[in-house]
Structure formats: C-alpha cells, structure tokens
C-alpha cells in the first residue's frame, strides 16, 4: 500500500512539473504576441502576429529549431495540463451540468494548444504552417453545410462567450484560489492580481473580437472573415481609435503573459 501511494505522488508530482513548464512556455508565447502588437499599435509595425505566426519568428532565431522543439514540448505540456483538468478533473468540478462546461473548455483548450504545438513540429520538419488556411477551409466546409451559417455563428457565439467569461472569472474569489498566495507579501498579492486580471481580460478581449469575427462570417457567409488572434488584432488596428484599443491589449497580452509565468511558479495544482 505504502508502495502504491508512493506511485501515485511520484504521477503528482511528474503532472505538476508538466503543468507548470506548460505554463511557463504558453507565456513566452503570448510575451511575443503582445510585444509584436505593440510597433503595430504605434503605426510602426506591418502587422500584428498570432501565435502560430510567433512559431515562425522563432524558428527563423539562431539556434531556432532546438528553440522551437522546446517549445512544442512546453505546448504538449500544457495541452496534457489540460487534458488532465478535463478527464482526470484533479479540481473536483464533478459532474454536474454547471461543472461539466468548464471542463469541456479544458479539453478544447487542450486541443487547440496540442493543435499548436502540431503546427511547430510540423514547422521543425520543414513543411511550414497553414494556420490561416486551415481557418479558411474548416469554415467554408461548414459553411457548405445544411444549415452552415448557424453553426459557425453557433461557433462565434461560443468563443465570444469565453471571451467574456475570461474577463469575468478575473475579478471573481475563483481567481485567487487558483494561487498559493500564502506564498507571497501583501504587495506582491497586490500586483499580482492586478496583472492578472489586467492580462486575462486583455486576452477575453482578443477572444470576443475572435467569437465576433466569426459571427460576420457567419452573417455574410465568407470563411475569409474568419481570423486567429493575430488577424483579430490586426482587423482591431484597422478600426477608429483601433490603435488605441491596441495598445492596451498589447500591453494586456504581456502583463497575461507575466500572469503565466506567475501560474508556473504559484499555480495552486491538485491532482
């Protein structure tokens, strides 16, 4: 028995380094997100980068295939972190119908970022990223369907509910029960949370531009509406007082990314 509990915190233990090093790498990326967004947001900059459009910035670096191949490992590690919330549910969410949701955000969430690190193993072979076209052609598959229109719009619907609900979830006690804040100085809590909930509804913000873009594909049936984070940021800079509205969620999306690597460290992980 002795042995088998021995087992099983050694598993513990092995998930929440897998937890934290995914946290830590989904940080860098969006660091990058949001520092590329920001000459955008000055008028300095040609456009604004998604997350797959970072793999291919950081493959183009010296050493850029080993940087990569160790961020294709850290997106595999969230994406497992994310799997594990959603079968496992190490958070004890239960199955109850206001608990099964979040934990099919887990899941989906664990297949776009094992989607993205697809995307940079595919990158390190050499067969490059089709992350717009790839956009393009789901959507005007579904678009050719009986009733196309409604589910994309269906889809739309859904992303700009996660927009909202991240911004939401911010400013609620679940927020601060995700970090050991027993760890830290009354000052510290302070900052951190007000990154977080700075950074998380940052990136709400770029979700429900995502949810909204999809929704006019859906209206005008064109599956050329349809954008990833970088598209959305760059659709926002072309907007009035788009720029503006950028520059804060530039700065939102690194102060989230500061917020992922504050999860890596405090993140409270029950397994």
């Given at each position: 028995?002795?042995?088998?509990?021995?087992?099983?915190?050694?598993?513990?233990?092995?998930?929440?380094?897998?937890?934290?090093?995914?946290?830590?790498?989904?940080?860098?990326?969006?660091?990058?997100?949001g520092?590329?967004?920001?000459?955008?947001?000055?008028?300095?900059?040609?456009?604004?980068?998604?997350?797959?459009?970072?793999?291919?910035?950081?493959?183009?670096?010296p050493?850029?295939?080993?940087l990569?191949?160790?961020?294709?490992?850290?997106?595999?590690?969230?994406?497992?972190?994310?799997?594990?919330?959603?079968?496992?549910?190490?958070?004890?969410?239960?199955?109850?119908?206001?608990?099964?949701?979040?934990?099919?955000?887990y899941?989906?969430?664990?297949?776009?970022?094992?989607?993205?690190?697809?995307?940079?193993?595919?990158?390190?072979?050499?067969?490059?990223?089709?992350?717009?076209s790839?956009?393009?052609?789901?959507?005007?598959?579904?678009?050719?369907?009986?009733?196309?229109?409604?589910?994309v719009?269906?889809?739309?619907?859904?992303?700009?509910?996660?927009?909202?609900?991240l911004a939401?979830?911010a400013?609620?006690?679940?927020?601060?029960?995700?970090?050991?804040?027993?760890?830290?100085?009354?000052?510290?809590?302070k900052?951190?949370?007000?990154?977080g909930?700075?950074?998380?509804?940052?990136r709400?913000?770029?979700?429900?531009?995502?949810?909204?873009?999809?929704?006019?594909?859906?209206?005008?049936?064109?599956p050329?509406?349809?954008?990833?984070?970088?598209?959305?940021?760059?659709?926002?800079?072309?907007?009035?007082?788009?720029?503006?509205?950028?520059?804060?969620?530039?700065?939102?999306?690194?102060?989230?990314?500061?917020?992922?690597?504050?999860?890596?460290?405090?993140?409270?992980?029950?397994?």
């Open positions: 028995m002795w042995q088998s509990m021995q087992k099983l915190n050694i598993d513990n233990s092995w998930i929440e380094q897998i937890a934290r090093f995914g946290y830590a790498v989904k940080g860098v990326v969006y660091f990058i997100v520092l590329l967004a920001m000459p955008v947001a000055l008028g300095i900059g040609n456009e604004a980068a998604g997350t797959s459009d970072v793999l291919q910035i950081i493959v183009a670096q050493l850029g295939k080993f990569l191949t160790i961020v294709a490992v850290g997106l595999t590690s969230y994406a497992v972190w994310r799997f594990v919330q959603a079968f496992v549910d190490p958070e004890h969410r239960g199955s109850q119908a206001n608990r099964v949701i979040p934990r099919l955000g899941a989906i969430s664990g297949a776009s970022y094992a989607g993205l690190a697809m995307t940079a193993m595919q990158i390190i072979a050499g067969a490059g990223s089709h992350s717009s790839w956009r393009h052609d789901w959507t005007a598959r579904l678009l050719a369907q009986p009733f196309g229109q409604w589910l719009g269906i889809v739309g619907v859904v992303v700009l509910g996660v927009g909202v609900s939401y979830v400013f609620t006690p679940k927020f601060r029960q995700r970090l050991q804040l027993s760890k830290m100085t009354t000052t510290q809590i900052w951190v949370m007000g990154i909930r700075f950074g998380v509804t940052a709400g913000v770029a979700f429900g531009i995502i949810g909204l873009l999809l929704i006019q594909a859906a209206v005008q049936s064109d050329d509406e349809v954008q990833g984070l970088g598209g959305a940021l760059q659709t926002l800079a072309e907007e009035p007082f788009g720029r503006w509205l950028l520059g804060i969620i530039a700065v939102g999306l690194v102060a989230y990314a500061i917020h992922l690597s504050i999860l890596a460290r405090y993140r409270r992980i029950r397994i």
